[in-house]
C-alpha cells in the first residue's frame, strides 16, 4: 500500500479546485478496478443530494400499521413504505 495522497483537480468547471485522494481510497479503487474520482468530494456531494427527493411530500398510510404519515413516495409508487415506528421494530 502506497503511503502518498494523490492530488487530482475537480473536473467541475464551477469548481476546479484541488483534493486528495488518500492511500486507503486509492488501494480500493483499485481492487474494485474504478477509475479515480473526476471530481471532488464536495461536488460528488451535490450531485448525490440533487438526485433525492425531499422536495416533495405525500401523505399516505404506513405499509403495516395503516397510520397516515407522511413520505417522499406516492401511494402510487412500487414501494412498501412503513412509519418509523414500524421500520425500527421490523429491523430490531
Request: charged share 30%; glycine share 4%; proline share 9%.
Amino acid at each position: 500500500m502506497t503511503t502518498e495522497k494523490t492530488i487530482l483537480k475537480c473536473k467541475n468547471p464551477h469548481c476546479e479546485k484541488d483534493f486528495h485522494v488518500i492511500p486507503q481510497e486509492a488501494d480500493l479503487y483499485k481492487r474494485k478496478n474504478l477509475p479515480s474520482p473526476d471530481f471532488c468530494p464536495e461536488c460528488r456531494h451535490r450531485q448525490r443530494m440533487a438526485l433525492r427527493n425531499e422536495r416533495k411530500l405525500y401523505g399516505r398510510p404506513c405499509g403495516k400499521c395503516q397510520k397516515q404519515m407522511l413520505s417522499t413516495y406516492p401511494e402510487t409508487a412500487p414501494y412498501t413504505v412503513y412509519c418509523q415506528e414500524c421500520f425500527w421494530a421490523n429491523i430490531g
